[in-house]
């Protein structure tokens, strides 16, 4: 857990920082291909020809002489930058300006102690402006760009890549001329598709990895899933694909008519109906 303070101008605040996510990846390991057995990798010293135990690795700075300057804990912990211990808000801007390819890893940040009020306000005045905070911060031996937003009542630190560290595409975007009648089909399209719920998707590469490696153990055989082909002729396959999302979506809307509880019809009562005296 990150702690330290957060800077707007002359308006500081002690936060600290909770990591938001958790990955789940499904880990394939390096083997020994001829026997099926596990590959370590080994911490060798090449001046000293050996393998060295773990507790004779350390940290260091390699100069382009190529000497090492051993860097200990205590060397890094006297490192003389401002954000070490502080969230520096640069500015603001609109959450819009910010493209999505930038983002690193989300944070929540916490109020310190004695920090509620202070937060709170700075949480609703995001909310209501639509505005982000861009602030740099050192985390992990680093010092990274990152913005402060609102989220369920809470601020999110998402770091941010460095302008030099996105790449530039060159040449790939296409620069094939569009008609009116595609464009306007291509909207169809995605209107067709419109809402979804991310909840709902889930991660099939454990379940799949999982049937590869009963097969190979079965020995038995492994249906493929088949490939699409490339849609070449355009128009007939925006038109198709609209279609067929049409017929989808009544078909969903079907089945919710049919899921639905039937009405039971009110009781018809004979005779004259009582009044009260």
């Not at 857990?1 to 938001?20: H, T």
């Amino acid at each position: 857990m990150w702690s330290g303070m957060l800077q707007v101008g002359l308006v500081v605040l002690p936060i600290r920082l909770y990591v938001a996510t958790v990955e789940h990846p499904v880990r394939l390991h390096e083997i020994h291909v001829a026997d099926g057995s596990r590959v370590e990798h080994r911490r060798f010293c090449r001046a000293e020809n050996r393998e060295i135990p773990y507790e004779q690795v350390g940290k260091g700075f390699t100069l382009p002489d190529g000497r090492g300057v051993p860097l200990t804990e205590q060397d890094l912990a006297r490192l003389p930058l401002p954000t070490k211990r502080t969230v520096d808000v640069l500015g603001f801007v609109p959450y819009e300006d910010i493209d999505p390819i930038s983002y690193g890893r989300p944070y929540y940040a916490g109020p310190g102690p004695g920090a509620d009020r202070a937060y709170a306000l700075l949480v609703e005045a995001l909310a209501r402006t639509g505005y982000v905070a861009v602030a740099k911060v050192a985390l992990r031996s680093r010092e990274r760009l990152a913005l402060l937003r609102p989220r369920h009542g809470m601020l999110i630190l998402q770091t941010l890549l460095w302008q030099d560290e996105l790449r530039d595409p060159g040449d790939l975007a296409p620069t094939t001329p569009l008609t009116d009648r595609e464009l306007e089909l291509a909207e169809v399209l995605i209107h067709e598709f419109t809402g979804i719920s991310v909840s709902d998707v889930h991660d099939d590469y454990a379940h799949a990895l999982q049937q590869l490696v009963d097969a190979k153990l079965s020995g038995g055989g492994l249906a493929e899933p088949a490939e699409p082909a490339p849609a070449l002729d355009l128009m007939a396959a925006l038109q198709k694909s609209i279609a067929r999302a049409k017929a989808s979506s009544s078909q969903a809307d079907d089945d919710e008519v049919h899921r639905r509880p039937k009405k039971t019809p009110a009781k018809q009562t004979t005779g004259h109906r009582s009044r009260n005296t």
